[in-house]
């Protein structure tokens, strides 16, 4: 919650987007991975202190069956 929402929406874009490229590297076809940063909007902690803030800098996955 530091920061302009906007900026905060990108970095959470750019995390995510980092980890596309990883699982790629690992094998993984680019196109059966989608990504979408969430920045701010879905905290697991108060941003009261850097060590919420740090645990909310997060990946989740979502694994589907096609």
Known sequence: NIGKAED???LSQE????IKIFLSKKGI????????????KFPLNDNGSE????????VEFIITRL
């Open 51 to 58: 060590e919420n803030r740090s645990r909310n800098r997060r």
């Open 8 to 10: 905060l929406l990108q």
């Open 29 to 40: 076809a680019p196109d059966r991975i989608a990504v979408v940063g969430l920045g701010p």
């Open 15 to 18: 995390r995510a987007e980092a």
